[in-house]
DNA sequence: CTATTAAGGACAAAAAATATCCCTATTTTT
DNA sequence: AAAAATAGGGATATTTTTTGTCCTTAATAG
């Protein structure tokens, strides 16, 4: 069980929408090109971060994406949730059904006691991400990125802004 | 990003083997019939969870599996790691290092805050399943399971069980 | 000796992840 | 008005993972 690594692209790419002044835009093309990602693929994870509501959209040149809210607003969880999907990672088969001595058309109505323990922990790793914020791995990065090459990445960011 | 059926699988076996009495052992064959499974298949969860040390088993007619310890001391990771493995569900693909601003060489030695973060939700996952006891399962199932349904049942395995 | 079992290797099928390609509507620039 | 660049999205291909089957081997009980 590995999350799509759709995730990690969209971190990193709102980690540097983060950065961008008010109004602009940043392509598909300058996320890909900056991350060594392939544009049409990272494109699809760009989609859903917009289908979600995360990121606005232009079009046209200078188009492409900013965020839709203050980093201090956006939580890891919403970023995650965009690319990988909101449904639980245990999935229940209901194996229970098949059980020889059950009388038939019992005991199906609620999810048993395994379902739940694994959703609680389910939950637990949700409510981790959505207790922390963009704004905090923007905090995080600017004090452990070197600041040369955290400048150097900004200028290289605004001069593809559109 | 969904666990796999196997897991499942291998809950509802241990949990069955819980309420097996000393010294007897339950095949693979019962286990695969009582849940409704692909016998071949389910073999391998059985063997994931004989790797871990977690079950103990015998060859031969009246052979099978028993848990190697009280289900008081069995938890719940450690029969969901058994069969899904230890690796975290947040793999690093070391996207900052093709950085274009980047001084080759440079800041690639520890993870990143994105990895930090997300590892750290990996964690509070596991940690929750560190704290449910397979024994824990086994009393709540006891008070949902209908009483007749749960004699039935323990009835059934201890005809086959050798 | 025979029947039954776990272990495990080899292989096959199905599903999901990871791309690539191409077309469309929109918007900015020229 | 024309051209260039953009997001969106559909179709398709490739690779990896999951799911499942089949068969052989060694051990064990009766
Ligand atoms: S509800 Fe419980 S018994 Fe039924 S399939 Fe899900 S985990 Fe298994
Ligand atoms: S360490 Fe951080 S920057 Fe590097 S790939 Fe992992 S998540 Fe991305």
Redesign the interface.
Known sequence: ?????Q???A??CC?ILAGLPEGRYLSTKALA?????PKEYLSKALQSLSQAGLVHTTLGPSGGYRLAKAPAELT?LEIVEAV?GR?R?????N?????????PG??EETP???AR??W???E??????RN?RLSD?VE??SK???SD?WK??F??VLERAG
């Open positions: 069980m590995i999350l799509k690594s995730v990690e692209w971190l990193h980690a090109e900056f991350h060594g990602l890891f990988e449904s990672t245990f999935v229940c088969t194996i229970r059904a098949n059980n020889p001595c059950r009388a019992y005991c048993c006691a395994v323990i694994m609680e922990a389910d637990a790793w949700r409510d981790k991400l922390v791995l995080i990065l452990e990125i070197p090459l150097r990445s200028e290289w």
